[in-house]
Every structure is written in C-alpha cells, then in structure tokens.
C-alpha cells in the first residue's frame, strides 16, 4: 500500500421513520485516512468537502498515523 491512503468500511444504514415507515435511510461509512505525515489535512480536507462527515479519532500504529472518520453517503 501507498501513502498516504484511504480506506472506507460499510458501518449501518441511519433509518428516520415517521407515519409508521422509513422516510430517510443513511448509509454511514467509516473512513480511515492513513498518512506517514503527521501534520498531513486530508482529513481536514475531506471533513471540509463533505457535509455529514465527522472526526472519530486519531491513533498512530506501525509508524503511521491514521485519522478515523464518520461519513453518511
């Protein structure tokens, strides 16, 4: 794998229901932004770019800094 990278996981659908039916399905995702750059914005970028996106957390494993996100697309 290349960095910096992205990589995005299926989560749950938000369901809004009224009058006793879905109204609203959301599909929410999680986006994991993967950088050696621990200064790297894409995520900044990306939470700029997108609405319903939103920052989880931030961790660092093997030299490498991911940033979480939460996404409904």
Same mark, same amino acid.
């Given at each position: 794998?290349? !960095?910096?990278?992205?990589? !995005?996981?299926?989560?749950?659908? +938000?369901?809004?229901?009224?009058? +006793?039916?879905?109204? /609203?399905? #959301?599909?929410?995702?999680? #986006?994991? @932004?993967?950088?050696?750059?621990?200064?790297?914005?894409?995520?900044?970028?990306?939470?700029?770019?997108?609405?319903?996106? !939103?920052?989880?957390?931030?961790?660092?494993?093997?030299? #490498?800094?991911?940033?979480? /996100?939460? @996404?409904? !697309?």
């Amino acid at each position: 794998m290349s !960095y910096p990278a992205v990589m !995005y996981k299926f989560e749950n659908v +938000n369901v809004k229901s009224a009058d +006793n039916r879905a109204y /609203l399905k #959301l599909p929410r995702y999680s #986006l994991t @932004i993967i950088d050696q750059d621990p200064d790297s914005t894409i995520w900044s970028d990306m939470m700029d770019h997108f609405k319903y996106c !939103y920052f989880d957390r931030m961790y660092v494993a093997d030299n #490498l800094n991911h940033w979480v /996100l939460t @996404i409904y !697309y």
